[in-house]
Nanobody, 125 residues
């Protein structure tokens, strides 16, 4: 079965950095667009970043543009999210996502095929 396993979350002070990783199994990773969403307490899940199958195209939410970078290593079936200049409002559970259609990341979380279980990122002020 498909598994997306996130790692790298934790507690960090405002202004700090974290790198999230997500390793996939059960899918042909190299043909999937990969992405990240997040969900803060009491809020809906929101898009953060996405990468096309080969990493040539990336897409970011306005709130993280210039601070977060998505990248992928198809040989390792792993996608990364480098998060710099973290703010308290970045505190959320971060979810790895896999979908064969890169355009789905612009549409709705409901269109995403596979999800990880999520990992908590807490940014203290």
């Amino acid at each position: 079965q498909v598994q997306l396993v996130e790692s790298g979350g934790g507690l960090v002070q405002a202004g700090g950095s974290l790198r999230l990783s997500c390793t996939a199994s059960g899918i042909t990773f190299s043909i999937y667009a990969m992405g990240w969403f997040r969900q803060a307490p009491g809020k809906e899940r929101e898009f953060v970043a996405a990468s096309s199958w080969n990493g040539d195209h990336t897409y970011y939410a306005d709130s993280v543009m210039g601070r977060f970078t998505i990248s992928r290593d198809n040989a390792k079936s792993t996608v990364y999210l480098q998060m710099n200049s973290l703010k308290p409002e970045d505190t959320a559970v971060y979810y790895c996502a896999a979908d064969p259609d890169y355009r789905d990341y612009r549409r709705s979380p409901q269109r995403i095929s596979y999800w990880g279980k999520g990992i908590l990122v807490t940014v203290s002020s």
